[in-house]
């Protein structure tokens, strides 16, 4: 039998709404990015990005039919809505700890749509770019491509586990990325082997 949802108290709602805001500033300059180059997969793929790199990541893939995961608390929702309002982007809730099942198989369920899947693949806690196997099981599952996507850019960083990333309005991104496709041979690359060769690569395409 599923569980009652917990209403909201009212400390609660104000700490989403404050939070909402704080985001809604993170994403002012995101319109005004100007991109490298605007990159589209040619069919429903798995993205990873990192946590830190979320805004620009999130411009790069604005108005595409594009899916994404976010945490069950209140940081996850906060951001979660801000994204949804300013690109479109189709939001399910759950993470390794709680949820993390029933957001598979709806990410699943986008995929089979025509949907690409976003994952920020170091969060939502860290360790800093270190790459989880959450993208890498989602994309070997249902045979499609996985990109690394890396969006290098200059702005703010805050002081969180991440250095959140906060770009300036007009900055240059640099939009880098590699395939793994796992319809041509990567299947049979074990996940412990394309975890560490992902975090190679993501590292390496983030230097300048």
């Not at 949907?115 to 499609?144: I, Q, W, Y």
């Not at 960083?157 to 900055?171: K, S």
């Not at 880098?176 to 590292?203: A, P, T």
Request: include cysteine; aromatic fraction near 10%; glycine fraction near 8%.
């Amino acid at each position: 039998m599923a569980k009652r949802k917990r209403p909201l108290t009212w400390s609660q709602k104000l700490a989403r709404k404050v939070l909402e805001g704080f985001f809604e500033v993170c994403f002012l300059a995101m319109p005004s990015l100007r991109f490298s180059e605007k990159f589209r997969p040619d069919k429903p793929s798995v993205i990873a990005v990192f946590h830190d790199e979320m805004v620009a990541a999130t411009g790069l893939f604005a108005t595409q039919p594009v899916a994404s995961i976010a945490s069950l608390n209140h940081n996850g929702y906060a951001v979660a809505q801000v994204i949804a309002r300013r690109a479109g982007f189709e939001m399910v809730y759950g993470s390794t700890s709680k949820g993390g099942r029933e957001a598979f198989y709806e990410l699943n369920d986008a995929l089979a749509r025509g949907k690409s899947v976003v994952f920020t693949v170091d969060g939502s806690r860290g360790p800093r770019h270190e790459m989880k196997p959450g993208a890498l099981m989602l994309a070997k599952k249902n045979r499609v491509p996985l990109y690394l996507v890396r969006c290098v850019g200059h702005g703010i960083r805050l002081p969180t586990w991440d250095r959140f990333l906060i770009p300036l309005p007009f900055t240059r991104v640099q939009v880098r990325h590699q395939l793994i496709d796992f319809s041509r041979g990567d299947e049979k690359r074990s996940i412990k082997e394309l975890i560490h060769y992902s975090n190679e690569q993501l590292r390496a395409m983030g230097k300048d």
